[in-house]
Nanobody, 122 residues
């Protein structure tokens, strides 16, 4: 059974850091990504990483502050979030795809985690 389990969310102040983790089980995935959804908004792309980790992509809103990485031995992907802002507040979702290559479009992902809440206070 395929499962993605996120952890690491929480309540922090603006300027703080958090690291999200997503542990995958059931199979080895190619590209993986992070998306987020704020109340009343569409789920949006945050970051993606290829299977090897050699290619990464970021939304403009997080570029330079967030870093995506993965440990294939642990089948885990991470999202290091620095200099957090109140507008980063959202539920963050881990996603995985069977296809090759990192993707920015949520419809290209086949599996999703349950989400972890990140709240940034001003």
């Amino acid at each position: 059974q395929v499962q993605l389990v996120e952890s690491g969310g929480g309540l922090v102040q603006a300027g703080d850091s958090l690291r999200l983790s997503c542990a995958a089980s059931g199979r080895t995935f190619n590209a993986m990504g992070w998306f987020r959804q704020a109340p009343g908004k569409e789920r949006e792309f945050v970051a993606a990483i290829s299977r090897s980790g050699g290619s990464t992509y970021y939304a403009d809103s997080v570029k330079g502050r967030f870093t995506i990485s993965r440990d294939n031995a642990k089948n885990t992907v991470y999202l290091q979030m620095n200099r957090l802002k109140p507008e980063d507040t959202a539920v963050y979702y881990c996603a995985a795809r069977r296809g090759v290559g990192a993707a920015r479009v949520k419809d290209e992902y086949d599996y999703w985690g349950q989400g972890t809440q990140v709240t940034v206070s001003s």
